[in-house]
Nanobody, 119 residues
């Protein structure tokens, strides 16, 4: 049974930072692309960042230079360091596995974690 458990969301001020983590189980973690997606109210879910099995990364243009995705294959975790946060980063952030680095999501999702950025 695949499980993805996110943590680290919360409230931040504009310009601040948050770090999200996703712990995966039920998969051979090192063989899977991992991704972070987000969904803001009234908008479609979108790719934020993804990381390949070999560590190649892909970012949405809106977060390039501010967010960093990383993975720890020994701990089966993927992290998203979010700096210089903006109010438009407010969304529910979801961890995903089994998709492509280009942004086609896989079948497995975490429960989501709320990120709220105040101006």
């Amino acid at each position: 049974q695949v499980q993805l458990v996110e943590s680290g969301g919360g409230l931040a001020q504009a310009g601040g930072s948050l770090r999200l983590s996703c712990a995966a189980s039920g998969i051979i973690f090192r063989l899977n692309v991992m991704g972070w997606y987000r969904q803001a109210p009234g908008k479609q879910r979108e790719l934020v960042a993804s990381i390949s099995t070999g560590g190649i990364t892909n970012y949405a243009d809106s977060v390039k230079g501010r967010f960093t995705i990383s993975r720890d294959n020994a701990r089966n975790t993927v992290n998203l360091q979010m700096n210089s946060l903006k109010p438009e980063d407010t969304a529910i952030y979801y961890c995903n596995t089994g998709g492509t680095i280009s942004g086609i999501p896989g079948n497995y999702w975490g429960q989501g974690t709320q990120v709220t950025v105040s101006s």
